[in-house]
């Protein structure tokens, strides 16, 4: 704004046109004295025109005060349903994967899985459900051959393996396995050649070194299941069988 300038709001304006109504009736005033009565001019009311379009326009803003009043109060509604469908939609999202975890936790296990370098790992393992109405669940077992236990196949569910019976204080036993359980999954080890580079070079046979890895029981034959579980006998460290059991609650 410049040093002298003046700044023009309505009252202003009003206080200009007050100024220019009491000229006009000044001159009003002269006029009547020095003319002739049917020559006196009419003059227009300044003074009550400016007055109204005073008001007029103080009454446009302050319904222009009371449209933006009403379009921002509208806004905010509009953000306030926005964020609370948003709110809803994560609190469903949570839910789902909550639920979703928790199933998942009840039909996963951490097993030991043999990677290609010969190391075993612990990973987490998923077996969905082979029994019927969500009301199973996955636990792992560890216990020293012989196990105890009198394994059987369903007839009415072929590649189905399971627990007919358990042996009274048998490591199978004091280890936790029960009667009915499914046999998902057990260790088992397997005896191959391995031969070093330098013996291939020379025309060397290799080495037998045994392997012990996680069998899944699912599908397979009844006799290859009994097969995998004996194997665990050729382990060289003599660690205990990891059986993987899906279980009634």
Same mark, same amino acid.
């Given at each position: 704004?410049?040093? =002298?300038? +003046? %700044? +023009?709001?309505?009252? =202003?304006?009003?206080?200009?046109?007050?100024?220019?109504?009491?000229?006009?009736?000044? $001159?009003?005033?002269? %006029?009547? $004295? /020095? @003319?002739?009565?049917?020559?006196?001019?009419?003059?227009?009311? @300044?003074?009550?025109?400016?007055?109204?379009? $005073?008001? =007029?326009?103080?009454?446009?803003?302050?319904?222009?005060?009371?449209?933006? %009043?009403?379009?921002?109060?509208?806004?905010?509604?509009?953000?306030?349903?926005?964020?609370?469908?948003?709110?809803?939609?994560?609190?469903?999202?949570?839910?789902?994967?909550?639920?979703?975890?928790?199933?998942?936790?009840?039909?996963?296990?951490?097993?030991?899985? @043999?990677? &290609?370098?010969?190391?075993?790992?612990?990973?987490?393992?998923?077996?969905?459900?082979?029994?019927?109405?969500?009301?199973?669940?996955?636990?792992? +077992?560890?216990?020293?051959?012989?196990?105890?236990?009198?394994?059987?196949?369903?007839?009415?569910?072929?590649?189905? $393996?399971?627990?007919?019976?358990?042996?009274? &204080? *048998?490591? *199978?036993?004091?280890? *936790?396995?029960?009667?009915?359980?499914?046999?998902?999954?057990? /260790?088992?080890?397997? /005896?191959?050649?391995?031969?070093?580079?330098?013996?291939?070079?020379?025309?060397?046979?290799?080495?037998?070194?045994?392997?012990?890895?996680?069998? %899944?029981? &699912?599908?397979?034959?009844?006799?290859?299941? @009994?097969?995998?579980? *004996?194997?665990?006998?050729?382990?060289?460290?003599?660690?205990?069988?990891?059986?993987?059991?899906?279980?009634? &609650?």
């Amino acid at each position: 704004m410049a040093p =002298n300038s +003046i %700044s +023009i709001t309505p009252w =202003n304006m009003a206080l200009v046109l007050l100024a220019l109504c009491n000229a006009s009736i000044n $001159t009003l005033a002269f %006029s009547t $004295t /020095t @003319l002739p009565s049917r020559h006196t001019p009419r003059i227009p009311p @300044l003074c009550a025109s400016s007055k109204e379009d $005073t008001e =007029n326009l103080l009454e446009k803003a302050r319904k222009l005060r009371q449209d933006v %009043s009403a379009i921002e109060s509208s806004k905010a509604e509009i953000q306030k349903e926005k964020d609370a469908k948003e709110q809803e939609r994560l609190a469903e999202e949570r839910e789902a994967k909550m639920q979703k975890d928790k199933v998942r936790m009840r039909y996963s296990a951490e097993v030991p899985i @043999l990677k &290609d370098m010969g190391d075993e790992v612990m990973e987490r393992v998923d077996f969905p459900p082979r029994l019927k109405g969500g009301k199973s669940r996955i636990v792992t +077992i560890q216990a020293p051959l012989p196990l105890g236990l009198v394994l059987g196949e369903d007839e009415s569910m072929p590649g189905l $393996t399971s627990v007919d019976e358990v042996v009274q &204080d *048998g490591n *199978g036993d004091i280890a *936790g396995v029960k009667q009915g359980d499914i046999v998902r999954a057990i /260790t088992a080890c397997q /005896t191959t050649m391995e031969t070093p580079t330098w013996q291939l070079i020379a025309g060397g046979i290799g080495q037998p070194k045994t392997k012990r890895f996680m069998y %899944s029981v &699912d599908g397979r034959p009844f006799e290859e299941v @009994l097969d995998a579980v *004996g194997s665990n006998r050729m382990d060289v460290q003599g660690r205990d069988v990891w059986l993987i059991l899906e279980r009634m &609650d």
